[in-house]
């Protein structure tokens, strides 16, 4: 082919080249962004929803550079850290606070880093460099950028596919902790306070809130009887029974949680175990 005539051809496919690479960059970033915004979520449950858009919305400004950055102080962690889930910022009983990663050896985590480093810098130069660093006008030049595009093509697909992978596994991840949310052991964690193994929660429990109802139904001078607070959680929440925590007792309830306080006083002519929350407890 003469030379004028190979040179649009090979210009033509440089664009190929160049805009698959920039759609697939796009394809990566727009995953990444969906990982990052659902990687952690916390706040009031009905809340929620409005909590996962604003988070999905302020991905929109980040950059590919902050993205990875948060992927990998969140998400990709070295084995042995311990991520905190985000603090809530309401005191709600009715909130949750989760954050899903994926742990990975100290040499595996820094190899990551810089590879990740690279795409970062790759895009950058695919945006702002790639003519200063290409003539397009001579077919030499055409041919070079061409190879550098193919080279590229294949280190942006690689990514994204293992993008595509963590992703999967962060879906499995939400995945499984929304079947246990919605499941019997679920409800008795976040609602109840027993967890799976037995142990009770006791300031998150369903029988320390119905004490507490019930001290603020039939208190007298701050002090509410015991075995009236039976009576009125029996009429009033029958599912919470001391049995159901471990106990034999509203009295064994109340000494085990650790959040009420417990007297005798005279009521009506006669001596009565009473109790009543503990201040710091009630904040």
């Keep these: 082919m003469p030379h004028d005539a190979e040179l649009p051809v090979q210009q033509h496919e440089v664009q190929r080249l160049l805009g698959r690479c920039l759609l697939r960059l796009q394809q990566y970033e727009r995953l990444l962004k969906a990982m990052v915004a659902h990687q952690q979520l916390a706040g009031p449950v009905p809340e929620l929803e409005s909590i996962r858009a604003n988070r999905v919305a302020s ?59 690279a795409l970062v810098q790759l895009r950058n130069t695919l945006v702002h460099h790639f003519l200063d660093q290409h003539d397009l006008w001579s077919l030499t030049g055409c041919r070079q950028a061409s190879a550098a595009l193919t080279e590229a093509n294949a280190l942006v697909d690689r990514h994204l596919e293992q993008l595509k992978g963590w992703a999967k596994s962060m879906d499995a991840a939400r995945s499984q902790l929304a079947d246990f949310i919605n499941s019997e052991a679920g409800y008795d964690l976040l609602v109840e306070g027993l967890a799976p193994d037995g142990q009770v929660l006791w300031p998150d429990s369903g029988c320390v809130r119905a004490l507490r109802a019930a001290a603020n139904a039939l208190a007298v001078d701050g002090w509410a009887s015991v075995s009236a607070a039976e009576k009125w959680i029996a009429q009033q929440h029958p599912e919470q029974t001391p049995g159901r ?32 929350p503990k201040p710091e407890a009630s904040k």
Aim: include cysteine; hydrophobic fraction near 35%.
């Design 59 to 117: 991905m929109a400004s980040q950059t590919l550079g902050q993205l990875m950055n948060q992927l990998l102080g969140n998400y990709l962690v070295i084995e042995g850290t311990v991520c905190e889930a985000p603090e809530l910022a309401s005191a709600s009983p009715l909130s949750i606070s989760m954050s899903v990663q994926l742990n990975l050896s100290a040499t595996d985590h820094r190899r990551l880093q810089e590879d990740l480093k």
């Design 245 to 276: 925590y471990g106990c034999s007792s509203w009295r064994q309830v109340i000494h085990e949680s650790r959040r009420f306080e417990s007297q005798r006083l005279e009521i009506a002519g006669q001596l009565q175990r009473c109790y009543r």
